[in-house]
């Protein structure tokens, strides 16, 4: 899901040379499994304003070339920072396949759901990296999207969008460092709504986990396109 992102807090207009926080405005692309409900939690609690504007249909886990082009003639165009939050492959994957398996209704993917209470988790992996899915209907796809297609910015032409910056996060280290690094906001306690448990080992294989990394393609991220938030 994705969110225009404002700070409401009041700036003090006699302080001069004021520097501007890159987030003070931005566009949120809450990617799928990635602790966006917690990062749209605590932005909310802490004078940001998340909407999502009419008329840009921004409601569902959209990839950012969706919301971009949903922008791009819109009057959010001249926002240009975009925060993306990631995961590393395998706790991102073990996360998707108990959700959707376990969660058919919330989730949307209920063909997907039949699907994962028949197969393993590494026949999920399996099937995942052999690309076996052309088929599958839309909404159900989304388990089976490589994180790299949720987040490249190539056009058509084949050439990224060079108007605008990504900054990129991985969830997977927690969202304490994010909120003080990057929005000056001290968390009282650590968010741990991102973390799964599961009733069984979602384990795979050594050579399957290299299958996967390559499969989403999130560890040869061009850094001069996107930028890495730590």
């Known amino acids: 899901m994705s969110w ?11 302080k001069k040379n004021k520097s501007e926080n890159i987030f003070d405005e931005f566009i949120l692309i809450s990617t799928p499994k990635c602790g966006g409900y917690s990062i749209e939690k605590i932005l909310k609690e802490n004078k940001y304003q998340l909407t999502r504007p009419e008329g840009l249909l921004m409601v569902g886990h959209y990839t950012f070339l969706d919301t971009y ?4 003639n819109s009057e959010y165009s001249d926002i240009k920072n975009f925060l993306i939050p990631i995961r590393e492959p395998i706790s991102w994957r073990r996360s998707f396949y108990n959700y959707v398996k376990t969660n058919p209704k919330e989730s949307g993917c209920y063909w997907a759901s039949q699907l994962f209470n028949t197969i393993s988790f590494e026949e999920y992996i399996e099937l995942l990296v052999d690309q076996g899915f052309n088929d599958f209907p839309t909404i159900d796809m989304l388990p089976f999207i490589s994180m790299g297609s949720y987040i490249t910015n190539v056009n058509l032409k084949t050439e990224p969008i060079n108007d605008i910056t990504i900054y990129l996060y991985d969830m997977t280290k927690g969202f304490y460092e994010l909120f003080k690094n990057h929005f000056n906001i001290e968390l009282k306690d650590e968010v741990t709504e991102n973390i799964s448990y599961y009733e069984e080992e979602l384990e795979i294989s050594k050579s399957l986990k290299e299958e996967l990394y390559k499969f989403d393609n999130i560890a040869d991220i061009d850094l001069k396109t996107y930028k890495v938030l730590t």
Not at 4 to 14: A, C, H, P, S
Not at 69 to 72: C, K, Q, S, V
């Open 69 to 72: 082009y949903r922008t791009f």
């Open 4 to 14: 225009i992102v404002k700070k409401t807090e009041q700036k003090d207009l006699f």
